[in-house]
């Protein structure tokens, strides 16, 4: 997290959900200025809620049937005069047109619900732009991150906040009031400063998800040219076999577990290191580098990235046995056990091997699903801190043990068989351990109870070099007061 981000209130943003100034506006009615696909879900909205609504178009006759029964469809003009509420559903562009509605617009509230095509396309925001062509009117920023199917399916299916801005408290009281009613939780970002903020927020694609994916994408294309080079090239030079056909099945499944496995183990490789830092420091009140903050804030997306490599690979190695190549591998080793005569094959360490690798590899990928239906907000909400705590903590670690003992089933003794190393590369699953067993251990350590003990004390308020005041009776009987460090 930036410094910039740091420095703002955490209560900067507050929920008007449950004020208790905020009284029903059920009944009021409500001015809707564009007849669009949005101002249409609006209508409908405000009709279901108790709110009678008008409806103002430049050709209302036309427009009339697309809106309900119980909307009074109009002349702008018209509908401006019947209410002081009115909701401007037009693109930024038409704004103009409105200007001639300007002494009938005069002291009413604007509700400005425009997005940009682009983030910051314009130097001012919509909302202060439309402030500027009606100075008379009071213009309030919202429900413009609230799409038309969550207005016409009900708030139910969406997402139930609705940000606001304005300069004018009364006028967001309101606009807050209709929002609540409309089953929406009203949330108060502030004065119109905040309105470019608020039109950004539709047009940003997965933000939290950005740095998580470009992860994935690259663990995936190292380890794809890796598995590539071991599998592909190397019997292409060294025995002039082409294998080339290996590329969209096998070697995309030898891939895609290391990077679900090494993805898994970022996910608590953060906490490893902000606790080694909080034991160094010895204070729990020193800020973690911003990289460090950033990995902490997106665990969920690379657990989730995880479980959906982990899903994938579980796909691809049920389609193994359908490929054609795999059945011609089959036929040929059945005819060369034919022509040598070998009616025994059967090799008792091998079948214990795959038993207990795939047996492991499906309780991990159970575990797995727990960690990322948890992760929804829904079944989040539902549990309480020590049961999400217990299930993305406790099982999540336990899901990467159990994901270690597939991967050491997976390689059993080929670590030491020198055949192994093409091109004297290791093999893959041999490098992604590298992670995992240190997050292992450092878990380990840090359970020893003289390392968990302190690490608790630090979390707890406890700093090393802090000085704490202590009484101790004097030979006389009475008490003095001294001071000594805490850490000793």
């Known amino acids: 997290m930036s410094g910039g981000d740091m420095a703002k209130p955490l209560l900067g943003h507050r929920n008007m959900e449950g004020d208790p100034g905020i009284t029903p506006a059920a009944g ?31 050709n209302p006759k036309r427009k009339a049937s697309l809106f309900p029964s119980a909307a009074e469809v109009t002349f702008q003009a018209e509908a401006v005069k019947k209410t002081d509420v009115i909701f401007v559903a037009v693109f930024r562009e038409h704004y103009s047109t409105l200007c001639d509605l300007a002494d009938v617009l005069a002291g009413k509230i604007l509700v400005d619900v425009s997005n940009n095509i682009e983030i910051n396309h314009h130097k001012e925001s919509n909302a202060e732009y439309l402030a500027s062509l009606f100075p008379a009117c009071t213009v309030v920023k919202g429900f413009n991150v609230v799409s038309a199917w969550t207005l016409q399916s009900g708030a139910r299916d969406g997402n139930k906040q609705v940000l606001i801005c304005s300069n004018n408290q009364e006028a967001k009281r309101t606009v807050a009031e209709i929002a609540q009613v409309m089953g929406f939780t009203p949330v108060d970002m502030g004065c119109m400063s905040s309105a470019c903020e608020i039109e950004n927020i539709p047009l940003r694609l997965l933000p939290a998800w950005k740095i998580p994916i ?25 025995e002039q076999k082409n294998k080339f056909y ?91 056990q034919a022509v040598e005569k070998k009616m025994n094959i059967w090799v008792e360490e091998e079948v214990w091997r795959m038993e207990i690798y795939i047996s492991v590899g499906i309780i991990a990928l159970g575990l797995l699903s727990l960690l990322a239906i948890t992760s929804l907000p829904s079944i989040a909400n539902s549990l309480n801190w020590r049961e999400f705590s217990f299930i993305q903590s406790t099982l999540g670690f336990i899901a990467l043990v159990i994901s270690t003992l597939h991967t050491l089933t997976y390689g059993w003794s080929r670590a030491f068989d020198e055949n192994q190393y093409k091109f004297y590369l290791p093999p893959t699953y041999t490098l992604t351990l590298l992670v995992p067993c240190t997050v292992i251990l450092a878990k380990v350590i840090f359970n020893l109870p003289c390392i968990q003990q302190r690490l608790l004390r630090i979390r707890r308020g406890w700093e090393k070099g802090r000085y704490v005041k202590f009484v101790l009776p004097s030979a006389t009987g009475e008490y003095s007061s001294g001071e000594t460090s805490s850490n000793v």
Not at 214 to 238: D, E, K, S, W
Not at 303 to 326: E, N, W
């Open 214 to 238: 470009f992860l994935a994408l690259g663990l995936f294309l190292c380890f794809f040219t890796y598995n590539l080079v071991r599998q592909v090239i190397h019997p292409y030079i060294r």
């Open 246 to 336: 290996k590329i969209p099945v096998e070697v995309v499944n030898t891939t895609l577990p290391c990077v679900a496995y090494v993805m898994l183990s970022l996910v608590y490789l953060p906490g490893v290191l902000a606790a080694c830092s909080q034991l160094y420091y010895g204070t729990k009140y020193r800020r973690f580098p911003d990289w460090l903050d950033q990995w902490l804030q997106h665990r969920k997306q690379i657990g989730l990235l995880s479980f959906f490599c982990a899903a994938l690979h579980a796909v691809y190695s049920l389609c193994l046995p359908m490929r054609r190549s795999h059945r011609y591998q089959l036929i040929e080793t059945a005819v060369k």
């Open 28 to 58: 009021r009615t409500i001015g809707v200025l564009g007849s669009g696909d949005f101002a249409r879900s609006l209508a409908i909205r405000l009709v279901c809620s108790g709110f009678k609504v008008v409806v103002g178009s430049r």
